[in-house]
């Protein structure tokens, strides 16, 4: 609506029917930082309060021992990327004031090329892990296991696998392949791969043990 009422100067109900230019020229991106009538003044709720209730520690500092965490209320547990290690680290959290840590997940089903773990998610019982290749400019994979750590499968993405993320039915997994250049200093460099997202489908994986994806 916002869209329609102030981008639509040709009238005919297509808010980004002008010629595309770029960001810096372009009115139509606004800032929302500055505009005062389209953003509600946050209110502050004198009745929320959060305090510590309990916390874990690796021991490792400054080394991404615990960098990006997963939760599954199925099983209560917590998931998190250990890069030092290169492990999925678990912890049990059924009683949240006193977290144990259990059995961590080794990289089974790792190529031999492979590089560090750069994400986790769970959903409903499977556990996906994006990794990247030890040479940041090939392929990477996505590992599977299930939230015991039993290795389920894996499947080749693209280039630096950085982000990847389950549908809300968990039937879908998505993958942001950044695609990094060899030199990142270097304007001109010799190996640089396209960024992509993958997407696999592991509906036939919970039922037929399958692995579908494409790019």
Request: charge should be negative.
């Amino acid at each position: 609506e916002f869209l329609l009422s102030n981008h639509n100067s040709a009238g005919d109900g297509t808010p980004y029917a002008e010629a595309e230019k770029s960001p810096r020229q372009d009115a139509r991106i606004q800032n929302l930082l500055r505009t005062t009538d389209s953003v509600a003044t946050p209110i502050a709720d004198p009745s929320l309060s959060i305090s510590l209730l309990s916390s874990f520690s690796t021991g490792i500092f400054d080394e991404s021992a615990a960098e990006i965490l997963a939760y599954d209320p199925d099983s209560q547990q917590i998931f998190f990327t250990n890069a030092f290690s290169n492990v999925i680290r678990v912890l049990d959290i059924s009683d949240p004031s006193n977290p144990v840590e259990a059995s961590s997940i080794d990289p089974i089903g790792l190529q031999p090329n492979a590089g560090g773990i750069n994400i986790v998610d769970v959903s409903q019982g499977l556990v996906a892990a994006a990794v990247a290749a030890d040479d940041h400019t090939d392929n990477g994979i996505v590992i599977f296991y299930d939230t015991s750590g039993s290795f389920v499968g894996s499947v080749e993405v693209g280039a630096l696998p950085d982000s990847l993320a389950f549908s809300p039915d968990g039937m879908t997994v998505v993958v942001a392949n950044e695609g990094e250049p060899d030199d990142n200093e270097d304007p001109d460099p010799a190996i640089d791969p396209m960024g992509s997202i993958s997407i696999i489908d592991v509906e036939r994986l919970r039922t037929e043990g399958i692995l579908t994806d494409f790019d």
